[in-house]
Nanobody
């Protein structure tokens, strides 16, 4: 199983980005799917997660600005980042709990995509 993230970039404060993450490989079922980020000099933190059929959760700093959505048919999760601020700068990692055909549930990470917000 692989998670491939895309959509990062350099933007100015107040602008928007959309991150996408597609899961590929031996996939039978995907439970929670979402995003973490690591800002410079800090530890990785959860940004937003969603279950297979909704119930999204958001970290307090991004609530009201970021929106997570999911396309179960394409095994893909998106994160819309609106009104970006310099504090949102960091590497964003996709994360998912996936069960393969004939395998147990496991947690997977994507390689990360860089978001840089200038003031």
């Amino acid at each position: 199983v692989q998670l491939q993230a895309s959509g990062g970039g350099l933007v100015q404060a107040g602008e928007s980005l959309r991150l996408s993450c597609a899961a590929t490989g031996n996939i039978f079922s995907i439970a929670a799917m979402g995003w973490y980020r690591r800002a410079p000099g800090t530890q990785r933190e959860q940004v937003a997660m969603t279950g297979a059929y909704g119930s999204p959760t958001y970290a307090a700093p991004v609530r009201g600005r970021f929106t997570i959505s999911r396309d179960n048919d394409k095994n893909t999760v998106h994160l819309d980042l609106n009104n970006l601020q310099p504090g949102d700068t960091g590497i964003y990692y996709c994360n998912a709990n996936i069960k393969g055909s004939g395998t147990e549930w496991a947690n997977y990470w994507g390689e990360g995509t860089l978001v840089t917000v200038s003031s």
